[in-house]
């Protein structure tokens, strides 16, 4: 990939003060983190905690009631469509058309990127040879397996070079294998091409394994944030999946 | 942004004619009503000295296909929506303006494909040849019916959250919308009432612009209908950039 690594002087995501109320309910409540350039990220709850709501409101999907988002420097709020072009996005839930080919996916993400017609191409073939999935170019997506389509939706989202990728769920009902392939290329697309990966999981072993930073998000607030072993030695556990169910446990129960 | 469009189209055309239940649907549908009324109501209309009945009724056949098409198409995009697809269109720096427009074009593409199929299948049935004139008013008041209704799909899509309902409320709207058009039954000679809701109804201004494109005879002066039927489409996509702003997967 010809991508440079991050070098932006601002951090990949800083979000200030961010608050969502829903029917009343405060589901985020004055939210506020940064995501440094270049590392891998992840915000974990339990359900219910906003995470998703967050996601949303950093991928300019929900306008934040109060608060200020920058990605890349750029305040999402006033130049929602500048921002847009400095992530990717690979939502918990297939967004792929099911009934186009791999090949016209691709095609069409390039189109809403403003990608030159002459570069496509290169672009689509380097994506798909980064995820090894060349030979499903052209095979209908509705044909493809879980593991098939989360590779092919995360080459789709790095196909317009963003330094910032956001991941909601990305290992979700996939097989040990296809988790491992996907780390390796996480980690790969991390340390070779400097991209900032923001991701949300429930699977804590993997955070623990491949994450540099942890925000731990409950009732719309974050509860802690910082690097892994901190968070370990912090709460006096032995591993994170342990020391988020303490953070994370309600008034009087023990975990 | 023309590639964007362009992207959409193809998409709503591509996914049309993959989909082969849908292109079976499309184009039997019409022909189960050309079938039903027009062999049932042909002896009797040309009984009452009325002429053809496949000449009167294929402006209606063909409004009608492009309107259940172009209104059903709204389900396509409560599909995206429940699915996911229209999460990476809302998230690409592409304005929804551009993103809805994109859409109806493509949906009112499909509904012309089968207007035009059915229209010579109507055509072949009366032995009926317009001219080159005639085609070109045809062809812009069927189209100007197509984006109205893709449009007002695009609002039903963009305003309802449940699917299931869907095809009911949209057989609850299009039924009134297809009886009160003149599409099966001639407008002269009915009751002041049905009159009057018929003339409420833009699909009555699309229907006899064809009509009279092809026969010569119209109800209401094809500019007034042609201004009725834009200006209708026009706002009816005003609200429907309204709703699909407001769509928050």
């Known amino acids: 990939m010809s991508q440079e690594p991050a070098t932006s002087p601002f951090p990949a995501i800083a979000a200030e003060q961010l608050v969502k109320t829903y029917n009343g309910r405060r589901v985020v409540d004055r939210l506020s983190f940064t995501v440094n350039a270049g590392e891998i990220f992840a915000f974990l709850g339990p359900n219910g905690a906003g995470k998703t709501t967050t996601i949303k409101m950093l991928t300019t999907l929900l306008p934040p009631d109060e608060g200020r988002i920058l990605i890349n420097g750029v305040d999402s709020a006033l130049n929602p469509m500048e921002a847009r072009r400095h992530f990717g996005v690979v939502f918990q839930d297939c967004t792929l058309d099911p009934a186009m080919t791999v090949q016209e996916n691709l095609w069409m993400h390039c189109a809403f990127y403003r990608i030159p017609r002459p570069e496509r191409p290169a672009r689509i073939d380097h994506v798909l040879a980064l995820f090894g999935v060349t030979d499903r170019r052209n095979s209908l997506v509705s044909t493809l397996s879980g593991g098939l389509k989360r590779r092919i939706e995360i080459a789709r989202a790095l196909l317009h070079r963003p330094a910032l990728i956001f991941l909601d769920e990305p290992t979700l009902g996939l097989d040990p294998q296809s988790r491992r392939v996907l780390w390796d290329h996480l980690k790969e697309l991390q340390s070779r091409h400097g991209t900032t990966i923001f991701l949300t999981s429930h699977y804590l072993d993997e955070v623990e394994r491949y994450a540099q930073t942890v925000a731990v998000i409950k009732n719309g607030q974050i509860v802690t944030q910082g690097a892994v072993s901190m968070i370990i030695d912090k709460a006096r556990h032995n591993s994170l999946e342990e020391s988020f169910l303490s953070l994370t446990a309600e008034d009087g129960s023990t975990a | ?249």
Request: overall charge positive.
């Open chain 2, 1 to 249: 942004m023309i590639d964007v469009l362009f992207c959409l189209w193809l998409r709503q055309v591509r996914g049309f004619l993959r989909a082969r239940g849908r292109v079976v649907s499309a184009f039997a549908q019409p022909f189960i009503f050309l079938v039903a009324l027009g062999l049932g109501f042909a002896p009797v209309f040309r009984k009452a000295g009325e002429g053809d009945y496949f000449t009167f009724l294929a402006p209606g056949v063909i409004g009608a296909g492009i309107l259940f098409n172009a209104i059903y198409s709204g389900a396509d995009l409560l599909w995206d929506r429940q699915f996911g697809f229209i999460k990476e269109t809302l998230v690409s720096p592409v304005s929804r303006h551009w993103i809805l427009l994109g859409r109806a074009l493509g949906v009112a593409s499909v509904a012309l494909i089968q207007a035009l199929v059915v229209g010579m299948t109507c055509l072949v049935l009366s032995a009926t040849w317009p001219g080159l004139g005639q085609c070109l008013t045809i062809f812009v008041f069927a189209l100007l019916v197509a984006l109205l209704f893709a449009f007002f799909g695009s609002i039903l899509g963009s305003v309802m959250s449940d699917a299931q309902s869907f095809s009911q409320i949209v057989n609850f709207t299009v039924t009134p919308i297809f009886y009160l058009s003149g599409a099966v039954f001639p407008l002269e000679g009915q009751s002041s009432l049905i009159r009057g809701l018929a003339f409420c109804n833009p699909l009555t201004y699309g229907i006899d612009g064809m009509r009279g494109g092809l026969s010569g005879h119209y109800i209401i002066a094809p500019s007034v209908s042609f201004i009725i039927l834009a200006f209708s489409t026009l706002v009816t996509a005003c609200i429907a950039q309204y709703a699909f702003s407001r769509i928050r997967p």
